[in-house]
């Protein structure tokens, strides 16, 4: 484990490191976005937690590999807001639409602090474990190069059908029914 303070923010992150990837080829590699509700409480709302996991073990039976957690809880609206959110879900706003409601953009999250810990890695290049095609364009804006996008379905069950038809349908994420594995009941 590996830390970083964002001079910016303050923000802390981490790189989770596994094996010892050299940069000689593309690291196989998670940007991870805290989420306390899915990684931590094991909500069953979004898919975050099972997608943590399953790069950690895709990772792992990789040999080596690395992951980006970075501090940015609820698309970067933060977690208080994010409760917020929740509740506004409740009452029938989908997850874009609450975080509008509450004033925010769809997605506030910031990729810049990638670039220092990926060159304090010396990782140069990544196979980036996502289904979000927006994550790929912003980690490129920063000179980041992802050799591939790698599919990240898993975690769909019957409470977060309508949030995952969102981030589909609203944030551009590339899922397919038949590639996605149901992981809850």
Known sequence: MVGFEDEVTGKEHVALVY??????????????SECLTGDSLFSLRCDCGFQL????KRISEAGEGVLLYLRQEGR????????????????????????????????????????PMLEHLRIAQVR??????????ALEKFNVRVAERVPLQVGKNRHNEDYLATKM???????????FRDDAE
């Open 19 to 32: 094996g010892e990837p050299d940069g000689s080829e593309p690291v196989l590699a998670r940007v991870h």
């Open 53 to 56: 996991q399953e790069a950690l």
């Open 76 to 115: 970067g609206i933060g977690l208080l807001n994010k409760v917020r959110a929740y509740h506004l879900q409740d009452g029938g706003a989908d997850t874009v639409e609450a975080n509008e409601q509450l004033g925010f953009e769809a997605d506030m999250r910031d990729y810049s602090m990638c670039v």
């Open 128 to 137: 980036l474990m996502t289904n979000n095609p927006r994550k790929v364009k």
């Open 169 to 179: 349908g609203k944030l551009g994420h590339m899922m397919t029914e038949h590639h």
